[in-house]
């Protein structure tokens, strides 16, 4: 999606978008808005699919790994899933960082991946496994 795109997303999320991904905005304290993190769950396999996204200036302070590690949680103590995964560009150290910070693997490569700037170009597959997660890092589950 374009820059644009994305703004409008993260001014107006959309919590019934029609392509079935959930999104939440990424929020600092004080209410600025800095990004979005959205899931989908494929069907029929029943894995979740993750993306994420953060304005330039708030990369780095770790407020992704925070939003992805609130995600994980969230998706492992209220859905029925075996497996959450995500693409991220070969070159995107930065998102591969932020993945395993949270406990995903690398599974390889998906050649031509993901369709970026007029290009298509290689993506890693990453992936974490309900066992692997073991117990919630933020969130609680509540009676």
Avoid: C
Wanted: proline share 4%; hydrophobic share 35%; charged share 25%.
């Amino acid at each position: 999606m374009t820059k644009a795109e994305a703004q409008k997303r993260i001014e107006n999320p959309n919590p019934s978008d029609p392509v079935g991904w959930t999104w939440f905005v990424v929020e600092k304290t004080d209410g600025t808005k800095i990004g979005f993190i959205i899931y989908f769950t494929n069907q029929p396999s029943g894995h979740v699919e993750i993306g994420y996204a953060l304005v330039p200036s708030e990369k780095g302070k770790g407020y992704g790994t925070e939003a992805l590690q609130i995600l994980v949680d969230y998706l492992f103590l209220t859905k029925d899933v075996m497996r959450i995964q995500a693409n991220t560009d070969v070159r995107n150290v930065a998102s591969q960082r932020i993945l395993q910070k949270t406990g995903f693997q690398k599974e390889g490569i998906v050649r031509k991946g993901g369709f970026v700037r007029g290009k298509w170009q290689d993506d890693y597959r990453f992936s974490i496994l309900r066992e692997e997660w073991k117990e919630p890092k933020i969130l609680t589950k509540t009676a």
